[in-house]
């Protein structure tokens, strides 16, 4: 979707009459049926002027075209700027530009990655030449029109209010190649600016580029489909095993059959290789030529996975055009998707959430893909708003005409394979009593209970230490201090249990999509929404005094006052019932996290005295 598309006279002419804002906004209002930002609007009435100026000092001609607030499809992402038209050879060129307002920044230690100011305070962001390259990337690998025809494509960064320093931290070693791919304009780079335009757009005739442009389907490039595909080769991470190979099939055959709209509802507990088959169902119909996109709601498990796939010191940048979040495929037109796999589905939402402006991420998927893939465990529910279980998803696609098929995946191949242990974790946070009391081989899978925070802390120290990929985990029992309060990365104690004089940070928001796999993250506390999904060799979990048991009654209940996520407990003050349930799954998910072990330190002492109970117990049968 485009705001504005003109020719670069009209544009110029629109400019210097003071228009240009106006006529994008109207654009805005229209197109997305809301007002723009006071922000938003501001940038387009600055940065505009400066294009305008820049275009007309360089002397391209009239007829190239101007495109302004390129919607990439399926995202939130648009693209400031493009404008295209012809070489001097008379070859078909147009440049993305991305247009920031800044006037300071300084190097982040890491890759791609910048400090500025924004919303309000000092953040990290992405390189403003990354962002640019980014989109080029996109729409080379995804826009049928353009990787199909004989279109060259060129990106810069532009920031008009940015003065160059000596050194200049946006110019450090570590961007040079971001700057070779997407050259970096500052203020004082009018002229090397106006050339870069003239080189590329300078023989005009660029307006039927801008139909292409708008125009092109939007599907993975064979390229991509061979990089992207070429990563699973060689990568144990996603070998599928027995029952996940069978499932695999049984997706391929039903995802790839035709001829009649599907939904296939794919069900399994923590560690029954979901996500496995996830990954493996992408690249295999990737590599059938398939239009097909992955879904995952938590951010953290998508980024973690394009991480994983992508493997150690490689660009994950192509591989974000085919992973999405949730809240992108509001406005897609239907059946845009051959193939939509969503995983973690679980945590789908529904209308009000934050970020959200659909009103069902169900009907979303269904409506967007001809085909769609649920992987789906109902007892991960861990929010009010959390709408994914297999009983929705059948409803919607049977309103919608879609054929269900529904798959069980039953063997564990997490926790050493102790399916025992995970019937008893199921049984004793009274999620479920369908948990079997055969116990599990302790030399396999190791559990313990710890009696203080600080020996929890020392025993998954001493596991990264050996070599073990391990971190400390916990319910949502303390506060956790905002950006604003001088909280960004981790560097206030939130997480305290006064009684053990013990005290460590949250996992840092700067980092949290990647805080599993971040070396920082082994001195912080991670949360229910940066481990969900994700496994480690061994997790430490702090259940705090949002979880209680009531000896009397023989019950785990929730305290709503001690449960500190506001939105995991918007509206439930008088459903302790509702609450306690999504509680617990917090806990389950959490105490399911390790391959190897699990250790649990727990604040409330009769809940502690309960589950040692019944930890004993197990042994003594």
Not at 346 to 365: C, P, S, T, W
Request: a negative charge.
């Amino acid at each position: 979707m485009i705001l504005y598309r003109d020719s670069a006279e009209g544009f110029m002419r629109a400019t210097d009459d003071n228009q240009i804002a106006s006529e994008i906004e109207s654009a805005y209002v229209k197109r997305l049926h809301r007002k723009p930002h006071y922000a938003e609007r501001t940038a387009w009435i600055n940065s505009m002027q400066f294009m305008e100026r820049i275009i007309r000092k360089a002397g391209v001609p009239g007829d190239c075209g101007v495109l302004i607030e390129y919607k990439i499809p399926s995202t939130s992402k648009r693209i400031d700027f493009i404008i295209s038209g012809r070489d001097a050879a008379g070859l078909e060129n147009f440049i993305i530009v991305e247009l920031k307002q800044w006037s300071d920044a300084e190097a982040s230690e890491k890759p791609d990655l910048v400090r500025t100011f924004l919303g309000g305070g000092p953040r990290e962001t992405t390189h403003p030449s990354y962002q640019a390259s980014s989109y080029r990337q996109f729409l080379m690998d995804m826009n049928e029109a353009i990787y199909s025809g004989d279109i060259r494509s060129h990106s810069c960064a532009y920031l008009h209010n940015y003065h160059r320093r000596s050194p200049e931290p946006l110019e450090e070693s570590q961007y040079r190649p971001l700057l070779h791919q997407a050259p970096l304009f500052l203020a004082d780079d009018g002229e090397k600016l106006q050339e870069f335009l003239r080189k590329y757009v300078g023989g005009g005739r660029g307006m039927e580029l801008l139909y292409h442009i708008e125009r092109g389907r939007i599907r993975p490039s064979r390229k991509l489909i061979d990089h992207i595909t070429g990563l699973f080769e060689g990568n144990t991470e996603f070998t599928l095993l027995d029952e996940q190979k069978v499932a695999y099939e049984t997706v391929m055959h039903h995802a790839t059959d035709g001829g009649q709209r599907r939904t296939i509802i794919v069900k399994g507990g923590p560690g029954t290789g979901k996500s496995v088959i996830s990954m493996n169902a992408l690249g295999g119909l990737l590599d059938r030529d398939k239009n097909v996109i992955f879904v995952a709601p938590n951010a953290a498990f998508r980024d973690v996975m394009v991480a994983t796939l992508a493997g150690p010191g490689r660009s994950k940048n192509r591989l974000r055009s085919v992973f999405h979040s949730s809240a992108s495929l509001h406005d897609a037109r239907r059946d845009r998707f051959d193939v939509v796999i969503v995983d973690e589905a679980h945590r789908l939402k529904d209308k009000g959430a934050f970020m959200y402006r659909g009103d069902n991420q169900i009907e979303d998927v269904i409506r967007a893909s001809f085909v769609n893939v649920f992987f789906i465990d109902d007892s991960q529910r861990v929010r009010p708003e959390d709408i994914g279980s297999v009983d929705e998803v059948r409803r919607i696609a049977e309103e919608n005409g879609a054929e269900v098929v529904e798959l069980d995946l039953v063997t564990q191949f997490r926790c050493s394979g102790a399916e025992g242990y995970l019937n008893w974790l199921d049984d004793v946070l009274q999620v479920r009593e369908t948990a079997n009391f055969d116990g599990w081989d302790p030399d396999a899978y190791e559990f313990k209970m710890v009696d203080s925070p600080h020996e929890l802390r020392e025993m998954i120290s001493r596991r990264i230490a050996e070599g073990n990929r391990a971190r400390l985990l916990a319910g949502y029992a303390w506060p956790w201090t905002s950006e604003k309060e001088g909280n960004p990365s981790g560097e206030i104690d939130d997480v305290v249990i006064e009684e053990y004089d013990f005290s460590m940070p949250w996992n840092a928001r700067s980092s949290r999509s990647t805080w599993a796999i971040d070396d920082r993250g082994v001195d912080q506390v991670g949360c229910i929404h940066t481990s969900q999904g994700l496994e480690f060799d061994y997790v430490g979990v702090i259940i705090g005094n949002d979880l209680r048991f009531d000896p009397a009654r023989v019950e785990l209940y929730a305290d709503y006052y001690a449960y500190h996520d506001r939105l995991g407990k918007r509206g439930m003050k008088a459903d302790n019932e509702g609450l306690t349930g999504l509680v617990k799954n917090i806990y389950r998910v959490l105490m399911s996290r390790g391959i190897k072990g699990c250790y649990v330190f727990v604040r409330d002492p009769q809940l502690r005295d309960y589950l040692e109970e019944r930890l004993e117990d197990v042994f003594r049968l």
